[in-house]
């Protein structure tokens, strides 16, 4: 029996390689019942390791590969190249940039995999991932090499095929052009996110060091992620009822307000852009309790009493794990 959430790592395979992607992976999907399964991934690791090495020398005009015999061919020092060999190599090196891409996104997607695996038990989804998303995520994630930038192409993988429709060709765009550095920055801002698209500023002045404060939230909105970071004139208003409990979310965690009169709270925002939005989903950081208590502190000053939380599922039907303390 598949463990929690791995039915939907099979299932993503078999969306994969019908439309001829994640090939590296084929051996996985034969082999995934237990311990076959544990040897066919490593395998695979392995597999990809011995062809990146391969790749780099036939790159580096140390090696070639000889079709005939289907093996690597060392070049020694000094032996002189023939005009055939040179138009060989070039094959391979064309070869090799394919071996790569192959290879970057067969890293995506086992990151995606994991993903899939540590969400626990989710129904499979009811719609299909569009095809002209899934080509062009294939062709954006195979140009990157870097472990922490794959991952989050992983996750948005593994968050589209959940939820077809999360993640726009316009963002799968932004997230190609990211720098490793840029997506750290992004990552950090994540944990003060509330419910998906506001930063409270104050609370978020209160929260980080100053030094480059200003520079940073400058860069974020000139990155096209956030706005209202100059003049700070943006605010989210919450309107709280007696009977009615208000849920402010912050990734794992939440704060449930709740009145015994009528009352209105605005708080001073910077506000996340559509791009933005989707970006944030991608982040799963720790929970910055000093900035939650900074943000309940608004609503305890105009009478409002609240419970914290650590979280369980999505809304609607997001749930109270584990009460928590401030």
Not at 119 to 147: C, H, K, M, Q
Request: aromatic content about 8%; glycine content about 8%.
């Amino acid at each position: 029996m598949a463990a929690p959430g791995e039915q939907l790592s099979i299932a993503l395979v078999d969306v994969l390689l019908k439309h001829g992607m994640g090939g590296l992976l084929r051996p996985w999907q034969i082999r995934r019942v237990a311990r076959a399964m544990m040897e066919a991934e490593r395998e695979q690791i392995l597999l990809q390791a011995q062809t990146e090495r391969e790749r780099e020398l036939i790159a580096a005009g140390k090696a070639r590969f000889d079709h005939k015999f289907g093996k690597l061919i060392h070049h020694d020092e000094g032996v002189p190249i023939t005009l055939a060999e040179i138009v060989e190599v070039s094959q391979e090196a064309r070869n090799s940039d394919d071996a790569r891409r192959e290879i970057n996104s067969t890293r995506a997607i086992i990151h995606a995999m994991e993903d899939l695996s540590e969400g626990g038990p989710t129904p499979e989804p009811t719609e299909s991932i569009g095809e002209d998303w899934l080509f062009r995520w294939r062709e954006n994630a195979s140009e990157v090499s870097a472990d922490e930038l794959q991952n989050i192409w992983g996750r948005l993988l593994a968050g589209e095929f959940k939820a077809p429709g999360t993640f726009s060709l316009r963002t799968l765009d932004f997230v190609r052009n990211l720098s490793s550095s840029e997506a750290a920055m992004i990552g950090d801002l994540a944990q003060y996110v509330i419910n998906g698209e506001y930063v409270m500023s104050r609370s978020y002045d209160e929260c980080t060091p100053e030094e480059r404060r200003f520079e940073r939230l400058m860069d974020l909105e000139e990155l096209g992620v956030i706005t209202g970071t100059a003049n700070r004139v943006l605010g989210v208003n919450y309107v709280l009822n007696p009977g009615i409990t208000t849920l402010l979310r912050c990734n794992s965690e939440g704060l449930f307000f709740s009145t015994e009169s009528p009352i209105t709270v605005r708080i001073p925002a910077f506000v996340a852009t559509r791009i933005g939005k989707e970006v944030f989903k991608l982040a799963s950081p720790t929970p910055n309790h000093a900035y939650m208590k900074s943000v309940a502190r608004d609503f305890i000053d105009k009478g409002c009493s609240f419970t914290y939380a650590k979280l369980r599922g999505e809304l609607p039907s997001v749930e109270i794990e584990t009460v928590l303390y401030l």
